[in-house]
T-cell receptor, first 113, second 110 residues
């Protein structure tokens, strides 16, 4: 089975801090995604990447950046965390050309105080 | 991506068959229909995908009528552990973005 691992299950940060969320997949997938999930809003796409050093904006990229230096790792960066970025963050990956079959990590619940 | 509409919530009882219908009136010729399941505090999990007619796997069946403007996820003989949120997605497998709606919250009662 594909394994998508997110570095932290729970994270508490302060307003203004720079926050790194790490995601690693072990199945040599080309595509990686970052979503956030909030009650009543479902999953919303932040950024995605279809290759090393490539990135594309999703629907809500403001306040976030990403980094993909290696194929297996996709990092989400909150440059200056704000309280409205308190959320569940989900990383996912998929094979090239099979965009709709995503494999998700267990998520990181981030609280910004 | 075609927009999808599905019920916000559903209740059913253990042992029953549950059918969740998703409307996608603007589905394009190359679009596939995919369903995910999400348990609390976990990421979504792929359940089933289809293009037309019927697809069945060990977890569920997916029924797609000829006009493909809707699809129905069928869960046979549900148990309490099937309580989850179910998402219907429609898109071409080459799509850059994969957009999740709000899903259907299924609650199985004893």
């Amino acid at each position: 089975d594909v394994k998508v691992t997110q570095s932290s299950r729970y994270l508490v940060k302060r307003t203004g801090e720079k926050v790194f969320l790490e995601c690693v997949q072990d199945m040599d997938h080309e595509n990686m995604f970052w979503y956030r999930q909030d009650p009543g809003l479902g999953l919303r796409l932040i950024y995605f990447s279809y290759d090393v050093k490539m990135k594309e904006k999703g629907d809500i990229p403001e306040g976030y950046s990403v980094s993909r230096e290696k194929k297996e790792r996709f990092s989400l960066i909150l440059e200056s965390a704000s309280t409205n970025q308190t959320s569940m963050y989900l990383c996912a990956s998929s094979l090239e050309g099979i965009y709709e079959k995503l494999f998700f990590g267990s998520g990181t619940q981030l609280s910004v105080l | 991506l075609a927009k999808t509409t599905q019920p916000i919530s559903m209740d059913s009882y253990e042992g029953q068959e549950v059918n969740i219908t998703c409307s996608h009136n603007n589905i394009a010729t190359n679009d596939y229909i995919t369903w995910y399941q999400q348990f609390p505090s976990q990421g979504p999990r792929f359940i089933i995908q289809g293009y037309k007619t019927k697809v069945t796997n060990e977890v569920a069946s997916l029924f797609i009528p000829a006009d493909r403007k809707s699809s129905t996820l069928s869960l046979p003989r549900v148990s309490l552990s099937d309580t989850a949120v179910y998402y219907c997605l429609v898109g071409e497998n080459r799509d850059d973005k994969i957009i999740f709606g709000k899903g259907t919250r299924l609650h199985i009662l004893p």
